[in-house]
T-cell receptor, first 112, second 116 residues
């Protein structure tokens, strides 16, 4: 079983600045993946970034990067050079045994 | 290439009725998953199907059922609707070929179900 906890219900950032969204997880699985998904107001869930738990190297995708601390069960998302289009609900997500377990989400506001 | 499609976009039902939601996966994907997203919450896993077989089930009552067709499209059925079933129902597809491993799942736009 997995649990995913996002302790920041809301965050805000100025355009062009950097913001970090926090996430902790717990799992009894040895083989699992971690994801960040974003859900803009239009509601389509979009994959932001994916991290394989067996990899020590942190995943990066352009302006998005993660800080994966396996021993601490921490998986934070850093967004650099924030853009207005980054405004959305961000879900930290754990994946194992074919299913995804979502946190409650962090609503990110980007201020111009 | 078309992404995951879902129909209908919106649906209004009354308590006790039955509803069928439909999903077409990305071309080449063989696995479909269903999630329920109540307003203000993260999605909750309902089912995953791969090659027409149920591969995973979440903690939902037997009123919820699903099936997958030979073309890999899928239906989610909910019987005896309750007010609490009002939610956004999301479908996600993945290639599904790696046993025991969670493939990246790609989501459709969802069906908004309102139960009155």
């Amino acid at each position: 079983a997995q649990t995913v906890t996002q302790s920041q219900p809301e965050m805000s950032v100025q355009e062009a600045e950097t913001v970090t969204l926090s996430c902790t997880y717990d799992t009894s699985e040895s083989d699992y993946y971690l994801f960040w998904y974003k859900q803009p107001p239009s509601r389509q869930m979009i994959l932001v970034i994916r991290q394989e738990a067996y990899k020590q190297q942190n995943a990066t995708e352009n302006r998005f990067s993660v800080n994966f601390q396996k021993a601490a069960k921490s998986f934070s998302l850093k967004i650099s050079d924030s853009q207005l289009g980054d405004a959305a609900m961000y879900f930290c997500t754990g994946g194992s045994n074919y299913k995804l377990t979502f946190g409650k989400g962090t609503l990110l506001t980007v201020n111009p | 290439d078309a992404g995951v499609t879902q129909s209908p976009t919106h649906l209004i039902k009354t308590r006790g009725q039955h509803v069928t939601l439909r999903c077409s996966p990305i071309s080449g994907h063989k696995s479909v998953s269903w999630y329920q997203q109540v307003l203000g919450q993260g999605p909750q896993f309902i089912f995953q199907y791969y090659e027409k077989e149920e591969r995973g089930r979440g903690n939902f009552p037997d009123r919820f059922s699903a099936r997958q067709f030979p073309n890999y499209s899928s239906e989610l059925n909910v019987n005896a609707l309750l007010l609490g079933d009002s939610a956004l129902y999301l479908c996600a597809s993945s290639s599904g070929g790696l046993a025991g491993v969670t493939d990246t799942q790609y989501f459709g736009p969802g069906t908004r179900l309102t139960v009155l």
